[in-house]
């Protein structure tokens, strides 16, 4: 074969009825080379948005090696659908003396007229893919808003059927009966106030319930169950949630009457890099077709309790307060927490529990949080002072003890995970034996946890000294150093009506 000859290029992203296939665009190429040899260069299942496919880089490479002098396509888009990449693409045409051909469009790049059409065409094959993909964004936003399913995984508790609204084909969702009592179950277990995830996954597993294909129940599942507005019927108490959340709000507050449950969205100005299972911020709330299930006073009270839970992420840690998520009612036992003021007040405490109508013996009153706050550090220099030992680091080294226990931990959760495993295969005698052994690897878990936090923050003695030095630079500490000096010294902050009880770790 003599060099140079022409290259014959075909591209085929999908296999579809009303696209041409890979051997047809051949066959219109083949036409325009008159009988002279020929290179077919050909990428199949690769989209023209970018120039990343095998086939055309290694023509490319050809092309600078001298082996090409002229690349033949069936149509223009075959190759590029990218100005810029058209754009490179012909520089190393001209460069090395490369003519351009479109079969059917018939643009020749040998001639000034059809060089000209050429860079316009591919202007216009730009614009209409980007076109399209606006399009189709704009409609999947559109719909949401309205309410329509949108695809994805159906929520378990839930079915699919055909549904109207609007006069436009969807879906909504309808009870799995089966499904949606445990549904229930869980949402009835996790608001009891004494009530773990765990403890929630146990009794799951005592009662042989399991999630869809006969999965084991897990508290990162349950967990996910009871965050998911889709089951709860929305009314004026879960409007205000969301709004304190700083939640985009479709629909006006008229329309929560404790009906429909609701659809979580990302939103078009949410932040990709939060974490969204516990971020509600700039979180489109949009009221669903379907019914709810879940009357809202249970599950705010699971929703809040999450949003307490020190293993969940607290999403206002740190910012408003150095005491965030320390202060708790000594009432319901729901955390107080901080709210900006738009007037001159500031920032003040308020007890979740009252806040979202979730029944509170306590008056429920608010704290201004500079007061609060100042009042606190007093009780911590009070609290300092009884003590003399010194030491000379803030954060001490891990003993070889805490390595032995974080071990254990790290082999108790795959044992764990390996009886879940066997959960859907058990009879009787082996899922008793099951629900026996993970109890007590739980315990054991949790015990050893407590050691590594004894270890590694409740040895005051030799801590002191340096927590003294920066109590008496408090007003020069950033915010997440006064948090970490409060989770040394602070268990818990308890408000009894006018009461303040304060369980410390020294």
């Known amino acids: 074969m003599m060099y140079p000859i022409d290259a014959l290029y075909a591209r085929q992203s999908l296999d579809k009825q009303d696209s041409i296939s890979i051997e047809n665009q051949l066959e219109f190429c083949k036409y325009e080379t008159r009988g002279g040899d020929y290179e077919t260069y050909i990428d199949k299942g690769f989209s023209g948005k970018n120039t990343n496919r095998p086939a055309f880089m290694q023509m490319m490479q050809d092309i600078r090696?001298?082996?090409?002098?002229?690349?033949?396509?069936?149509?223009?888009?075959?190759?590029?659908?990218?100005?810029?990449?058209?754009?490179?693409?012909?520089?190393?045409?001209?460069?090395?003396?490369v003519e351009f051909v479109s079969s059917t469009e018939k643009f020749d790049t040998s001639t000034p007229i059809g060089n000209a059409m050429l860079n316009i065409s591919i202007v216009f094959a730009q614009l209409e893919r980007e076109t399209i993909q606006k399009r189709v964004a704009d409609a999947y936003y559109t719909k949401s808003q309205k309410g329509y399913y949108m695809g994805g995984r159906v929520p378990y508790g839930f079915q699919l059927e055909d549904a109207i609204i609007n006069g436009i084909h969807t879906s909504r969702f309808v009870p799995e009966p089966m499904e949606m009592e445990q549904i229930k179950l869980i949402y009835r277990l996790y608001s009891e106030q004494d009530m773990t995830l765990g403890a929630v996954m146990?009794?799951?597993?005592?009662?042989?319930?399991?999630?869809?294909?006969?999965?084991?129940?897990?508290?990162?599942?349950?967990?996910?169950?009871?965050?998911?507005?889709?089951?709860?019927?929305?009314?004026?108490?879960?409007?205000?949630?969301?709004?304190?959340?700083?939640?985009?709000?479709v629909n006006p507050v008229s329309d929560y009457i404790g009906t429909n449950g609701i659809f979580l969205y990302k939103g078009c100005n949410g932040d990709k890099k939060k974490k969204k299972q516990y971020d509600l911020v700039d979180r489109d709330v949009v009221l669903a077709p379907h019914e709810g299930v879940i009357d809202s006073a249970t599950w705010l009270k699971c929703r809040l309790k999450i949003m307490n839970n020190r293993q969940s992420a607290r999403t206002n840690k740190g910012k408003r307060t150095w005491l965030s998520g320390k202060v708790k009612c000594k009432k319901c036992g729901y955390a107080y927490t901080v709210t900006k003021s738009n007037t001159k007040a500031g920032?003040?405490?308020?007890?979740?529990?009252?806040?979202?109508?979730?029944?509170?013996?306590?008056?429920?009153?608010?704290?201004?949080?500079?007061?609060?706050?100042?009042?606190?550090?007093?009780?911590?220099?009070?609290?300092?002072?009884?003590?003399?030992?010194?030491?000379?680091?803030?954060?001490?080294?891990?003993?070889?003890?805490?390595?032995?226990?974080?071990?254990?931990?790290?082999?108790?959760?795959?044992?764990?995970?390996?009886?879940?495993?066997?959960?859907?295969?058990?009879?009787?005698?082996?899922?008793?034996?099951?629900?026996?052994?993970?109890e007590e690897l739980d315990k054991e878990k949790q015990s050893l946890q407590e050691k590594l936090v004894e270890q590694t923050t409740n040895k005051p003695e030799?801590?002191?000294?340096?927590?003294?030095?920066?109590?008496?630079?408090?007003?020069?500490?950033?915010?997440?150093?006064?948090?970490?000096?409060?989770?040394?010294?602070?268990?818990?902050?308890?408000?009894?009506?006018?009461?303040?009880?304060?369980?410390?770790?020294?």
């Open 65 to 97: 090696a001298g082996k090409i002098k002229r690349v033949i396509v069936y149509k223009l888009d075959r190759i590029s659908r990218s100005i810029l990449d058209f754009s490179n693409m012909m520089e190393i045409f001209q460069e090395h003396h």
């Open 202 to 249: 146990r009794e799951l597993l005592n009662r042989g319930f399991t999630e869809k294909r006969g999965a084991a129940w897990c508290t990162a599942r349950i967990s996910e169950i009871v965050r998911n507005p889709v089951y709860v019927k929305a009314d004026i108490d879960v409007y205000n949630f969301f709004e304190s959340q700083g939640s985009n709000l």
């Open 347 to 438: 920032r003040y405490f308020q007890c979740s529990g009252a806040r979202y109508s979730i029944k509170c013996k306590g008056s429920g009153h608010t704290i201004y949080a500079d007061v609060f706050e100042d009042y606190i550090f007093g009780e911590i220099r009070k609290e300092l002072a009884k003590f003399q030992y010194l030491s000379e680091e803030l954060t001490e080294t891990v003993s070889q003890s805490d390595n032995q226990n974080k071990i254990r931990i790290a082999e108790i959760d795959k044992e764990i995970s390996s009886l879940l495993l066997k959960v859907s295969d058990a009879n009787k005698t082996l899922m008793n034996y099951i629900n026996k052994r993970i």
């Open 462 to 506: 030799e801590k002191i000294d340096k927590i003294t030095d920066y109590v008496s630079k408090w007003s020069e500490l950033s915010l997440e150093d006064k948090q970490k000096i409060a989770d040394i010294l602070i268990k818990v902050i308890y408000i009894d009506e006018d009461v303040i009880e304060i369980e410390w770790k020294i």
